[in-house]
């Protein structure tokens, strides 16, 4: 089988990075990039995966609401912790945040394959990105599982987050980090437990 090597290229030179400026993408070029995710294998065609665009203005909302959960969560969180956290939320040019509109009642879908189905819908939203010239980072943290953030977000419970993308021009084109040799997390099935080297101490 052939592959195109320019969309490979791409794949296997994709890396996070937080070190973002302006521009971000916007209009048709967005549109695009956020088709992506619509590719995404999602079994039983549920589309699990909601996309909240946050810019302009509604960043500094994001970040107050960002330090209200922290606080709730730990009231003891360090103010440099604090800090840090508004700065990202508040200044990104874009922040893209990943929901999971989940049905726990579904029967025939288990909800770790709705979840599942976020998660590739989260890596086809890095790869586009990549593949456009943009960089971007997936970032989680205990935030991330509030239940009341998310909730104030558009998530409430059974729905949750799975996460924020930090968006936009790399300050640095040449962020990619070293890519790790393969062999350590593959191994052939012969019939019997297999180990992996990169589970070695």
Same mark, same amino acid.
């Given at each position: 089988m052939k592959h195109d090597i320019s969309a490979l290229d791409v794949l296997l030179s994709r890396? /996070?990075?937080?070190?973002?400026?302006?521009?971000? +993408?916007? =209009?048709?070029?967005?549109?695009?990039? $956020? /088709?992506? #995710?619509?590719?995404?294998p999602d079994h039983g065609k549920l589309r699990p995966w909601r996309l909240l665009? #946050?810019?302009?203005d509604a960043r500094q909302k994001?970040?107050?609401?960002?330090?209200? /959960?922290?606080?709730?969560?730990? +009231?003891?969180?360090?103010? &440099? &912790?604090?800090?840090?956290?508004?700065?990202?939320?508040?200044?990104? +040019?874009?922040?893209?945040?990943? *929901?999971?509109?989940?049905?726990p009642e579904d029967k025939k879908i288990p909800l770790i394959e709705q979840? $599942?189905? #976020? *998660?590739?819908?989260?890596?086809?939203?890095?790869?586009?990105?990549h593949a456009t010239g943009y960089g971007a980072v997936w970032v989680s943290g205990d935030i991330t599982y509030d239940p009341v953030l998310a909730t104030e977000l558009g998530f409430p419970?059974?729905?949750? $987050?799975? =996460?924020?993308?930090? #968006? =936009?021009? +790399? &300050?640095?084109?040449d962020h990619e980090t070293k890519r790790r040799p393969v062999a350590p997390y593959v191994a052939e099935w012969m019939g019997a437990p297999v180990t992996f080297a990169a589970d070695k101490d």
């Open positions: 890396a /996070s990075t937080d070190d973002l400026e302006a521009p971000a +993408p916007t =209009g048709e070029e967005l549109e695009t990039i $956020l /088709s992506a #995710v619509m590719r995404a665009l #946050v810019r302009g994001l970040a107050e609401k960002v330090v209200a /959960s922290m606080k709730r969560l730990d +009231p003891d969180v360090p103010e &440099k &912790k604090i800090a840090k956290r508004h700065d990202r939320m508040a200044n990104m +040019p874009l922040t893209i945040v990943l *929901g999971m509109h989940l049905r979840e $599942l189905a #976020v *998660g590739a819908a989260g890596m086809n939203l890095l790869n586009a990105l419970p059974p729905h949750a $987050l799975a =996460g924020f993308f930090f #968006v =936009g021009t +790399p &300050k640095k084109p």
